[in-house]
Each structure stands twice: as structure tokens, then as C-alpha cells.
């Protein structure tokens, strides 16, 4: 099963960014399709954003404008640039990797947008 790990969480200021990193240990990656979810306390895990094999994006409505997902099948990587932060955000942030209905989950950094 890939392990996947993540970083680049971390204390931002509203409006500040932050860049997430989820590093897939599988030589398959490319044909993993990706995600990003969130969960902030006392809340479902939600998904924030989604990337296909062909590096088709989707994401949900209280993060369009602001964050984008993308992914280096070279590194093995997928990353989310997200800008214009607000405390709505703070959440730990996990990566998820599924392929053919198996998935796999990253450790979740946790991201704390507050002045």
C-alpha cells in the first residue's frame, strides 16, 4: 500500500498562504487520482480539492479563487497553494490517494489560520 506524507503545515495570519505537500511513496502515482480533504474540529472531513490522472481539477465552493491543486508525477507529489487564508480554514488537511477503490490516507498536518 503507498504511504503517503505530508508537510508545509503550520500558523498563518488571515489573508497569508501556505503550500501543502503530499509525497506518495508508489511508483503508480500517476495513475493515483488525488485529493485534499479537511477536517476542523467538531466537523465531517470534507473534501477541499480533487485532481485526476489527466490533472483535471474540481473544488469546493468555499476554496474556488483561493487554493489550487496540482501534482508532479515526477516528484510523486501533489500540492496545494493556498491563498488568501481566513480562520474558516483552520483545519488539519489530509491528502488522499485512490486507484481502482483502494485509498490510501496521509498523517494531516494541521493548518491554523489567526492573527
Known amino acids: 500500500q503507498a504511504q503517503l506524507v505530508e508537510s508545509g503545515g503550520g500558523l498563518v495570519q488571515p489573508g497569508g498562504s501556505l503550500r501543502l505537500s503530499c509525497v506518495v511513496s508508489s511508483p503508480v502515482f500517476n495513475m493515483f487520482t488525488m485529493a485534499w480533504y479537511r477536517q476542523a474540529p467538531g466537523q465531517e472531513r470534507e473534501l477541499v480539492a480533487q485532481?485526476?490522472?489527466?490533472?483535471?481539477?474540481a473544488y469546493a465552493d468555499s476554496v474556488k479563487g483561493r487554493f489550487t491543486v496540482s501534482r508532479d508525477n515526477n516528484k510523486r507529489t501533489l500540492y496545494l497553494q493556498m491563498d488568501n487564508l481566513n480562520p474558516e480554514d483552520t483545519a488539519v488537511y489530509y491528502c488522499?490517494?485512490?486507484?481502482?477503490?483502494?485509498?490510501?490516507w496521509g498523517q494531516g498536518p494541521q493548518v491554523t489560520v489567526s492573527s
Open positions: 488522499k490517494a485512490t486507484l481502482r477503490g483502494s485509498y490510501a
Open positions: 485532481i485526476s490522472t489527466l490533472k483535471t481539477t
